[in-house]
Protein backbone atom coordinates (compact mmCIF):
# COMPACT_ATOMS: atom_id res chain seq x y z
CA UNK A 1 0.00 0.00 0.00
CA UNK A 2 1.95 2.60 -1.08
CA UNK A 3 0.24 5.66 -0.89
CA UNK A 4 -0.72 4.75 3.14
CA UNK A 5 2.66 4.25 3.96
CA UNK A 6 3.51 6.62 6.92
CA UNK A 7 6.34 6.93 9.72
CA UNK A 8 4.99 5.74 12.90
CA UNK A 9 3.31 8.22 15.30
CA UNK A 10 3.41 10.72 12.84
CA UNK A 11 0.06 11.94 11.00
CA UNK A 12 0.62 13.48 7.63
CA UNK A 13 -0.29 17.23 8.84
CA UNK A 14 2.41 16.66 11.41
CA UNK A 15 4.66 15.52 8.48
CA UNK A 16 3.84 18.73 6.64
CA UNK A 17 4.56 21.35 9.77
CA UNK A 18 8.29 19.62 10.17
CA UNK A 19 9.01 20.07 6.16
CA UNK A 20 11.49 23.23 5.92
CA UNK A 21 10.46 23.83 2.10
CA UNK A 22 12.91 27.11 2.28
CA UNK A 23 15.88 25.07 3.46
CA UNK A 24 14.76 22.35 0.96
CA UNK A 25 14.56 24.57 -2.17
CA UNK A 26 17.80 26.05 -1.08
CA UNK A 27 19.45 22.75 -1.26
CA UNK A 28 18.44 21.91 -4.57
CA UNK A 29 19.89 25.49 -5.79
CA UNK A 30 15.44 26.65 -6.47
CA UNK A 31 13.67 29.98 -6.14
CA UNK A 32 12.53 30.37 -2.92
CA UNK A 33 10.61 33.25 -1.37
CA UNK A 34 12.27 35.13 1.99
CA UNK A 35 8.80 35.86 4.27
CA UNK A 36 10.05 37.02 7.38
CA UNK A 37 10.48 40.55 7.61
CA UNK A 38 12.56 42.16 10.66
CA UNK A 39 11.80 41.95 14.04
CA UNK A 40 12.83 40.03 17.50
CA UNK A 41 12.94 36.35 16.93
CA UNK A 42 11.71 37.15 12.79
CA UNK A 43 14.42 36.49 10.62
CA UNK A 44 14.98 33.57 7.67
CA UNK A 45 18.05 31.69 7.82
CA UNK A 46 19.88 30.44 4.18
CA UNK A 47 22.27 28.04 4.31
CA UNK A 48 25.06 27.11 2.15
CA UNK A 49 24.01 30.47 0.15
CA UNK A 50 27.12 30.91 -2.56
CA UNK A 51 27.59 34.59 -3.76
CA UNK A 52 29.11 33.43 -7.12
CA UNK A 53 26.22 31.29 -8.02
CA UNK A 54 22.73 32.00 -6.24
CA UNK A 55 21.02 35.21 -5.87
CA UNK A 56 18.49 37.37 -3.96
CA UNK A 57 15.08 37.42 -6.10
CA UNK A 58 13.73 40.54 -4.44
CA UNK A 59 11.36 42.89 -5.55
CA UNK A 60 12.92 46.47 -6.44
CA UNK A 61 16.58 47.14 -7.33
CA UNK A 62 18.73 47.67 -4.24
CA UNK A 63 22.54 49.53 -4.08
CA UNK A 64 24.79 46.70 -2.12
CA UNK A 65 26.96 48.85 0.72
CA UNK A 66 30.87 48.04 2.02
CA UNK A 67 30.16 44.97 4.27
CA UNK A 68 29.72 46.30 8.08
CA UNK A 69 31.96 43.31 9.66
CA UNK A 70 31.97 45.00 13.73
CA UNK A 71 29.16 45.57 16.14
CA UNK A 72 27.33 43.31 18.63
CA UNK A 73 24.46 41.46 18.33
CA UNK A 74 22.32 39.86 20.55
CA UNK A 75 18.64 37.86 21.42
CA UNK A 76 17.28 40.09 23.96
CA UNK A 77 18.69 43.31 22.37
CA UNK A 78 18.43 42.26 18.33
CA UNK A 79 16.51 45.31 17.08
CA UNK A 80 18.19 47.59 18.79
CA UNK A 81 21.88 46.27 18.33
CA UNK A 82 20.86 46.22 14.61
CA UNK A 83 20.00 49.93 14.61
CA UNK A 84 23.01 50.76 16.41
CA UNK A 85 25.18 49.03 13.38
CA UNK A 86 23.26 49.82 11.09
CA UNK A 87 22.45 53.27 11.45
CA UNK A 88 23.08 54.85 8.52
CA UNK A 89 22.08 52.30 5.70
CA UNK A 90 20.15 54.01 2.96
CA UNK A 91 17.01 53.52 1.42
CA UNK A 92 17.06 50.88 -0.62
CA UNK A 93 20.03 49.27 -0.14
CA UNK A 94 21.31 46.51 1.04
CA UNK A 95 24.70 45.33 3.10
CA UNK A 96 26.23 41.98 4.86
CA UNK A 97 26.79 42.33 8.81
CA UNK A 98 28.94 40.42 10.71
CA UNK A 99 28.71 40.70 14.26
CA UNK A 100 31.97 40.33 15.92
CA UNK A 101 30.26 40.61 19.82
CA UNK A 102 27.09 38.97 21.37
CA UNK A 103 24.81 35.96 20.74
CA UNK A 104 25.61 35.88 17.45
CA UNK A 105 29.39 36.81 17.18
CA UNK A 106 30.86 35.05 13.82
CA UNK A 107 27.59 35.26 12.05
CA UNK A 108 26.80 36.83 8.95
CA UNK A 109 23.35 38.33 8.22
CA UNK A 110 21.85 40.11 4.79
CA UNK A 111 19.73 43.21 6.00
CA UNK A 112 17.67 44.88 2.91
CA UNK A 113 16.76 48.46 3.34
CA UNK A 114 13.24 48.09 2.07
CA UNK A 115 11.60 51.04 3.10
CA UNK A 116 12.23 54.71 2.45
CA UNK A 117 14.14 55.57 5.86
CA UNK A 118 17.79 56.08 6.95
CA UNK A 119 18.73 53.18 9.31
CA UNK A 120 17.72 49.66 9.95
CA UNK A 121 13.69 49.66 11.05
CA UNK A 122 12.70 46.71 13.06
CA UNK A 123 9.58 45.42 10.74
CA UNK A 124 9.87 46.87 7.70
CA UNK A 125 13.54 46.29 6.69
CA UNK A 126 14.35 42.48 5.77
CA UNK A 127 17.04 40.46 7.21
CA UNK A 128 18.59 37.11 6.50
CA UNK A 129 20.81 34.65 8.37
CA UNK A 130 23.50 33.04 6.09
CA UNK A 131 23.92 30.07 7.33
CA UNK A 132 27.84 29.25 6.48
CA UNK A 133 27.92 31.33 2.89
CA UNK A 134 30.50 31.30 0.64
CA UNK A 135 32.30 33.32 -1.33
CA UNK A 136 31.01 36.26 0.05
CA UNK A 137 33.53 38.69 -0.84
CA UNK A 138 32.21 38.20 -4.51
CA UNK A 139 28.69 39.59 -3.16
CA UNK A 140 27.29 42.57 -5.01
CA UNK A 141 24.84 44.40 -7.26
CA UNK A 142 24.77 41.06 -9.39
CA UNK A 143 23.23 39.29 -6.32
CA UNK A 144 19.93 40.60 -6.90
CA UNK A 145 17.52 39.85 -9.71
Not at 64 to 71: A, E, L, R
Not at 109 to 130: C, E, H, P, R, T
Request: net charge negative; charged share 15%; no cysteine.
Amino acid sequence: MRGKQRFAGQSPTGLHRSFDQHRFAAERRQNMAIGWIAGIGHRDTIAGFDATVDNFKIPGTYTVDTPVNSGSLSAATFDADMSNALGSLGPQHAVLFTATAGDYAGDTFLVVNMDNSIGYQAGKDLVVLLDHPLNLASFGQGDFV
